[in-house]
C-alpha cells in the first residue's frame, strides 16, 4: 500500500487506455484528496466511462501509474474493489427482492457481521423513511427512492471511496436535490465521492471539476476557478464552450 500520501483518496499520473488502434483515454494526471466531491464531466466519447472503470479496477490501464484508496491499478485491483463503493448509470439493485433483502444481500457481499448488518439496516430504513416499504420489491419504488436506496447499498459498508455514474439520471429536481444532500453528508464522513454527471447545475455542487473532451482533460479546477478562467457566466457555457470542439461522439 502506498502511504506516501495520506491525504490523497486518487492519483492518476498519465493514465492512458488503448483498444486497437483508439485512444480512449489519453495521458490524463489529477488527484483527488480524501473527502472531496470531484465532479468528473464530459460528452458522450470523451472517456468518462473508460476512466472510471480503470480507476474502480475493473479494467487494466495501457500505461501511466494510478493509486486509489493507496492501492496499485495495477497490481491490487481486488484491494481497490474493497475499498470502494459504485452506484452505476443504470439501476443497481435486484428488483425481485425487498428493500430489506436487497440491503442484507449486499451487507453480506460486503463482508458486515450478521448482528451490525441488522441494526444498519434497520437505521437506514427509517432515515430513508422507507419503514413501509421495507418489505415490498424495489421494482414497485418510484425511480427516486430507487437512486437513494442504491446510493445508500453503495456506502453501506462505509467505503474510502465511491463512484456514481450518472446517479441522478431521470429523476425529478426535487429527488436530484435529496440525493446531493446525501452525497455532502457521506462527503462529512469522510467518503470521498467521484461523480459524473451530464447536469451542469450539479457541477456547482462540486468542490473541483475536471471536463474531458476526447479523452484528454481539458479543465480541471472549482466551479468558481473554471467561469473566471473561461470568462463564462455559468457550468453549462464553459461546458458547451470545450465540448463543442469534440470530435468524438461514443464512448
Not at 474502480?56 to 485491483?77: H, I, M, Q
Not at 475499498?83 to 440491503?103: A, D, P
Amino acid at each position: 500500500m502506498n502511504s506516501e500520501s495520506p491525504n490523497i483518496a486518487i492519483k492518476a499520473e498519465k493514465i492512458t487506455k488503448i483498444f486497437g488502434e483508439f485512444t480512449a483515454v489519453d495521458h490524463i494526471s489529477f488527484e483527488v484528496k480524501k473527502g472531496e466531491i470531484f465532479g468528473f464531466l464530459g460528452a458522450n466519447g470523451a472517456g468518462k466511462t473508460t476512466s472510471m472503470r480503470m480507476f474502480c479496477g475493473l479494467s487494466v490501464p495501457s500505461s501511466g501509474t494510478a493509486t486509489v484508496a493507496g492501492f496499485d491499478v495495477y497490481k491490487e485491483t481486488e484491494k481497490i474493489k474493497k475499498s470502494i463503493g459504485y452506484m452505476s448509470q443504470k439501476f443497481s439493485l435486484y428488483g425481485n427482492l425487498t428493500v430489506k433483502e436487497n440491503l442484507e444481500f449486499f451487507g453480506g457481499i460486503y463482508g458486515i457481521p450478521k448482528k451490525e448488518l441488522i441494526i444498519k439496516r434497520d437505521e437506514l430504513i427509517v432515515k430513508l423513511g422507507l419503514e413501509n416499504e421495507k418489505n415490498k420489491l424495489v421494482s414497485e419504488l418510484p425511480l427516486g427512492w430507487k437512486q437513494k436506496l442504491a446510493f445508500s447499498v453503495a456506502i453501506f459498508h462505509e467505503p474510502q471511496i465511491v463512484f456514481l455514474d450518472e446517479p441522478t439520471g431521470g429523476v425529478d429536481p426535487v429527488t436530484r436535490r435529496q440525493f446531493w444532500n446525501m452525497i455532502y453528508e457521506a462527503s462529512d464522513r469522510g467518503i470521498t465521492v467521484f461523480v459524473t454527471t451530464h447536469y451542469m447545475d450539479e457541477a456547482e455542487y462540486c468542490d473541483r471539476v475536471s471536463i474531458m473532451v476526447d479523452g484528454k482533460i481539458a479543465a480541471l479546477d472549482t466551479p468558481a476557478n473554471l467561469k473566471k478562467q473561461f470568462g463564462t457566466q455559468s457550468m453549462d457555457d464553459l461546458f458547451y464552450e470545450l465540448a463543442r470542439g469534440a470530435k468524438r461522439s461514443a464512448d
